[in-house]
């Protein structure tokens, strides 16, 4: 027992020893391999300098605080969005809202711009406008081939001592001295005359006859969308006027 006293007690002398020559961190420098965690450092222990930047970024981000609540608070509240009606597409009218006829035939210029003077009374605008067209006469009885007058003259004076008296010479430009014996509107009456001249022995002939004459017809246009005016009368329509819808011209 004593001498394992003895032994313990030598052991504590020299390791007090070693422990004396060599220092603690080099004896146990195997231990601190192991990083150690950074120590905290706090701000009554850091340096002036650390104070103050901590203190200005503070300062900062409370001016930041402090204004974004003031946005927020000038902001108004937004309500809930009001409904987008949807785009209604216009299309311009292009329609033609006239209605136009054509009023005649009317063979008198004066009573067509009586006529034409009636729409427009009534805010109607009109417009006078004229044709020349043939109108038919009837049938002829002739006798040509009369190289002077006066050759047609003796064919007259024969046909009168035969009884056929009514006819009349005729020049045209084409066929001067033409002996006429009549027009007649029924054309069984034209050739029941013709076949008696040619049985006296003339060489007696038919043909149509027409005349050409200037027709006048008032143009008229209202609006589609007033009433349809008609301001003929009677005595217009026993003499064949008419109105007559018509293509409206371009405006």
Known sequence: MKAFFALLLIANIGFA??????????????????????????????????VKQVEVAAAVEA?????????????????????????????????????????????DKARAIEISGRYSGRQIETALKSSLEKQYMGMMVYIDGHKTRNDAL???????????????????????????????????NAEGLRARVQKMGFPAKTEARYRERTI????????????????????EFDDGISQI???????
């Open 63 to 107: 001016r930041q605080q402090a204004q974004f609540e003031a946005e927020a608070e000038q902001q108004p509240i937004s309500a809930e969005p009001e409904p987008v009606e949807p785009e209604v597409l216009v299309t311009e009218d292009v329609s033609d809202k006239r209605v136009c006829y054509t009023i005649g035939p009317v063979k």
């Open 154 to 188: 003796k064919t007259a004076n024969k046909l009168s001592a035969k009884g056929i008296r009514d006819h009349i010479i005729v020049s045209e430009p084409d066929r001067p001295n033409l002996l006429s014996l009549g027009v007649f509107g029924l054309k069984k």
């Open 17 to 50: 020893v070693l422990q004396w020559v060599l220092p603690y961190e080099q004896l146990f420098v195997e231990s601190r391999k192991v990083p150690a965690a950074e120590e905290l450092q706090l701000l009554s222990e850091a340096s002036s300098e650390v």
């Open 245 to 251: 819808p018509t293509q409206c011209l371009p405006s």
């Open 216 to 235: 006048y017809w008032v143009y008229a246009e209202q609006s589609s969308e007033d009433e349809l005016l008609r301001l003929l009368g009677e005595a």
